[in-house]
């Protein structure tokens, strides 16, 4: 197993910190005082993101346990980037609340690239063997 560096994992704390306080003040307060009427698909993705933000808690304290939120949000921000902002922007006809959210997915997708330690996720999610499918018989 590699060993992740201490500034690193500072680092990821610090990621999980401002993810956890950043989607603290812009989505829990639209769960908190929802309003009423049928739930849509915005109220969705802000249970989503606010379930995201209370993970982002367990990251401060266990920031390796943690690597696969922010595999999920390195993985949702470049999947929104490639299959929405992409051809908006292409074509010219992005808006102001696309080009700002396009612009907070980029650095979010910066800030995963840069703090995730990728030997660590390498040697732990594709070198590492799986979970076995079943009991072998010595389990049993």
Known sequence: MSAVSVPRLYALRALYLLLAVGLGLSIWPSIIFAPDGPADSKSVVRALLGAVGLCSLLGIRYPLRMLPLLLFELAWKCTW??????PLWRSGSMDATTTSNAIECLVGV???????PWSYVYQNYVRAPGAPWRA?????
């Open 136 to 140: 072998s018989a010595s389990d049993a």
């Open 81 to 86: 980037l490639i299959a929405f902002a992409l």
């Open 110 to 116: 910066a800030l995963v690239l840069l703090v995730t």
